[in-house]
């Protein structure tokens, strides 16, 4: 119903009519190498597109299935002022998973198909959002360490070989940035306050640090996509480089916030230039991934509640467009075909 995918036939993207397949791939590949941004028309390995249509929905999903675990405070913030910010925050959230449908959408795919296969389950979304918020120190906690990780992914994403993708990354991780800002202020006010308050925030970096470190995907040697997509440019930088980087630089802000970080093997390798840090329990992240974290069923079921309760809203519009293009089409019929016959 809703799409804003470009009218292209199958035919003619799956195949370039100049060159044969395996010249086509070659200057596709040479492409990608020197660093050129694929557009939309431009002709693209059939691999090359399945890859971008899986990771830039999951992408969309994760934002649209990340307003949850933060909606569910926008009515029990402590004041107007945090309210105000959480609720631009969420709704920031939304926009970027409807500038990452339309990417998806560049690519021949349908907006209906991209969200059955979130609803059925058989699209994936970040593993994160299937844990819960029960503290307002939560929220802070998702500010800061949860898009703290997701701009550490993101920023490399800006300079991806897919042009479309590319250039919703930039305006995405402009607002992350405001994102983390937020995050980092709230949990820094609550460390001001009371032995409880700052003993919530402890509790809640424990509770998500892990998961956290695990958002950035399986360690290299168990990521079966990274080889093609560090190819073909879309991945810039390895999961497991990303997730190193992220530890160097939040064990200085957790230093400043006054937060432990929960895990006594984390400390400064002088020969790496690194964190040296325990290893993480990939069967919990494997088990979330499939479907058996603590939220997932809670998080699915209340966006399939909100899509079948929003189908008189999509209805209405799709009504009000029809209305519109006929107004549009009569006012540039010439009155003469208009008048009825005699
Ligand atoms: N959770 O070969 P790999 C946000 C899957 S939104 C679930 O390394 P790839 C925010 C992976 O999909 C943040 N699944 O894959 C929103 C693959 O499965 P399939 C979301 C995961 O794609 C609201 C399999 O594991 N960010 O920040 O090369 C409020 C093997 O993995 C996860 C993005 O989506 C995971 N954590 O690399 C606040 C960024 N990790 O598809 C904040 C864009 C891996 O074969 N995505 N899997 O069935 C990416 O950069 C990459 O897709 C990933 C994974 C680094 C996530």
Redesign the pocket.
Known sequence: MYTQSMDVPSDEVSASPALSDAEASATFDARCARGEFIEAKDWMPAPYRQTLV??IS??AH??IV??LP?GNWLTRAPSLKRKTILLAKVQD?GG?GLYLYAAAETLGTSRDDLIAALHSGRA??????NYPTPTWADIGV?GWL??G??IM??VP?CRCSYGPYARAMIRICRE?SF?QRQGFDLLHTLMQGTAAQQAMVQDAVNRWWWPVL?????PDQ?????ET?VKWGI?RIS?DD?RQKFVDAIVEQAAVLGVTLPDPGLKWNAARGAHDFSPIDWTE?WQ??NGHGPCNRERLAARVAAYDEGAWVREAALAYADKQAARQAAAVTPATERRSPP
Not at 214 to 218: R, S, Y
């Open positions: 899986r990771q999951q992408h994760s934002e990340g307003m933060e959230e970027h994936k979304y970040s593993s994160i959002f998702i949860v898009d990780a997701a992914n993101q994403l992350e994102h695990m958002m950035f995907g399986p168990d990521s079966p996509h990274a997509s991945k999961n990303l992240f979330v991934v």
